[in-house]
């Protein structure tokens, strides 16, 4: 995933699509569109659809790696010590991407959209290090980023039976899930406490396997080289999730302990060459998140409800900036990257859904968990632990469906409302607090801080053309979803819709005025939980209602929770090993080889050039996206134009892999990955070989870039060597 860290966002979204899964809306596709895509594959017989032998995909764990499957698949058997030395090698790159060592002096590489956020951490006033570059000539122009980390995973144990125990001891579903949550707790301290370490207990197999990871964090990381935006960010959004690519996504960083570059023992060696068309490569990083192991019921409430849902809150949020920078040109610097990274999510979505939406990889599904069914019924002991599960599923998926509009509905999520709402809740809040006696309110509401708290109700900054925007969407989605006979509604628009509405409910607002609430507080707080104020009105008049349907969601998902547990120690039980977990956000080994694949009515290749670059400078008028900086319009004569540049192949990734490093067999690296393709996005729920491709960055393009182009021949030979320069070392030493 990529761009405007995309991958952050996109984690972010993800966050608030799981808080939002018991209140999304039915589907936003009618019948007839299901009976249309349908139709598209009349001439199929969808029961000769079979599972495919990776569906659930290749991303494989450090606890079992499938050395035999390699053997056979590329004749290549990995040692434990090769394994030891790949996994500590890679690092978790902050909350949000991967990275890697690739020097013996704690030299870091990952994305660039990965480290846009440190660049501007570093940046000097009167610097645009974003848009020009940075490149640290010496150790000692190296920049410490504020708040910056990365993680190397350092231990593994296997913690499941303790956890198992611990979930077992409970009688009710509400019992197992908070018994497990509180197992989880308890080991992660006290292994943290005796190992130094940062622990994190991993569901693997949705609960068929618990393991501990045990992470050494380093903090002193500092940036050494960014290409400018133009390189790291060519194409744009409009090249995000396609192929063929010419991005120069990378950065590099140092990790430093007590004041002095690290010396590591792991670390990846650089492959000058890169890997050839038809050669195994191997991805190493921390995916975030995929639903390939969730059943056919779980699929089809994402399907109907949770992503349309998501999508219809990215479309309006499209729609919101769009109309905003429209009549506010000045304000385009502002709000454009976040308007990007909404238009990519909404195309990460959309393509998600249409795979959800393909009958052929739903087919797949449904025959995947038929074999699964089938061998759990053929095991007396197996069908009486487990035999029922995929119908309890259903079932809370069914009842989810019966309370999902109406709980979204009610639901005041910030980023997603008028501020108005937030508002609103804190007002009705406060006016609650002043009811009690003041040795029983909490310290916010209570001498010298109420005036404080009173004072902090409206935001000074508050958008008020972003948020009237924000308001008219909210409004329709309410209609939507409660409908225009809802009491609540009714009272709250005056019964009307649309931007009617919206003046209505701030022309009848004492919000809108910073100064009348105050006065309407201090006049009467206990009268402003009576008001009519719309907005006021919404939150003290759907409460009840919200907190019932809350408690529903909550023993319905807790309900879930036990069941999907139990199905993952049935599928761990069936299937064992041989194949992966979900993905977790924790390190995996993905492997493939360097292949294009038919697209658009020809072929991709599998690698691109820099000539393509420049191919697209000049046929895109040498516009924005398609501009390069001043330094790379008339490139030097000894810079390669034939040097491979990006390149794809068959490995498995998903949001969070971005800044993962591709490595040979022999553990070089020959590229770094930092995006799929369009055909990748069904990858959150399946995996398929014949177009799905990762997309990286060749280690000889960034090389080439490196040496020939911006001259940084201080990071160029450390990357061929491995180490840094004595002189350099000796330089810094000297200062």
Known sequence: MKKNNKTTFINFLAAVVLLLMAGCATSVQTQHEKVSAQGNYSWLNLDTVKAGKFDTGKMWTFDYPPKTYFKEEYNFSPSNEWLDNVRMSALRFANYCSASFVSADGLVMTNHHCGRESVAE???????????????????????????????????????????????????PEEKVANEKSAITKIEKSEGEATKLRMQVVKLFNGGKYSLYGYKRYTDVRLVFSPEASLGYF???????????????????????????????????????GAEPGEPVFVVGNPGHTDRLKTVAQLEYMRDI????????????????????????????????????????????????????????????????????????????????????????????????????????????????????????????????????????????????????????VPANFDKDMDREMLKY????????????????????????????????????????????????????????????????????????????????????????????????????????????DATFTLRISDGVVKGYPYNGTIAPPYTTFYGLYNRYYAFGKKYPYDLPKEWQNPPADFKLETPMDFVATNDIIGGNSGSPVINEKAQIVGLAFDGNIESLPGNFIFTTETNRTVAVHSAGMLEAIKDMYKATRLSDELRTGKIAEEDTTETTNK
């Open 474 to 581: 909210q409004i329709d989605r309410m209609i939507t979803y409660l409908g225009t006979s809802n009491e609540i509604v009714k009272q709250m628009t005056g019964g009307r819709s649309g931007y009617e509405a919206v003046d209505y409910m701030l022309n009848n607002s004492i919000l809108t005025s910073a100064d009348k609430l105050k006065d309407a507080i201090k006049k009467d707080s206990s009268g402003v939980l009576n008001s009519l104020d719309p907005f006021i009105y919404f939150v003290v008049n759907s409460k009840a209602r919200k907190d019932e349907l809350q408690k529903k969601v909550d023993a319905i998902t807790s309900d879930e929770t036990t069941y999907s547990n139990e199905l993952g120690k049935a599928l761990f039980d069936v299937y064992g090993t041989s194949i992966p977990p």
């Open 306 to 457: 949770l992503y349309p849902r998501t999508l219809g809150l990215l479309n309006d949020l499209i729609a919101v900036y769009s109309k905003v920078i429209e009549e506010h040109p000045d304000r385009k610097a502002e709000l454009q990257n976040r308007l990007f990274g909404f238009s990519n999510s909404q195309k990460a979505y959309e393509g998600m859904l249409k795979g959800l939406r393909d009958p052929i990889l739903m087919q797949k599904k449904v025959d995947f968990e038929k074999n699964f069914k089938d061998a759990v019924d053929a095991n007396p002991n197996l069908k009486s632990q487990y035999g029922d599960l995929w119908n309890k599923i259903a079932e809370t998926q069914s009842e989810l469906r019966k309370v999902s509009n109406e709980n979204f509905a009610l639901t005041i999520i910030p980023f997603f409302s008028s501020k108005y709402f937030v508002i609103a809740q804190n007002v009705v809040k406060l006016a609650e607090q002043l009811k009690l006696p003041e040795d029983q309110r909490a310290d916010e509401y209570k001498g010298s801080e109420l005036d404080s708290t009173i004072n902090d109700l």
């Open 235 to 273: 194409g744009g959004d409009y090249d995000n999730f396609t192929y063929p690519r010419y991005d120069l996504d990378c950065n590099f960083f140092r990790v430093y302990e007590n004041g002095k570059p690290l010396k590591t023992e792991h670390y990846f060696h650089w492959s000058p060459e």
């Open 122 to 172: 570093v940046t000097k006033k009167g610097e645009d290090l974003f848009d020009n570059g940075f490149y640290a000539k010496t150790l000692a122009d190296e920049r410490p980023v504020p708040g910056l980390y990365v993680d190397q995973l350092v231990m593994i144990k296997d913690v499941t039976s303790e956890i198992q125990a611990a979930i077992d001891s409970g009688k009710t």
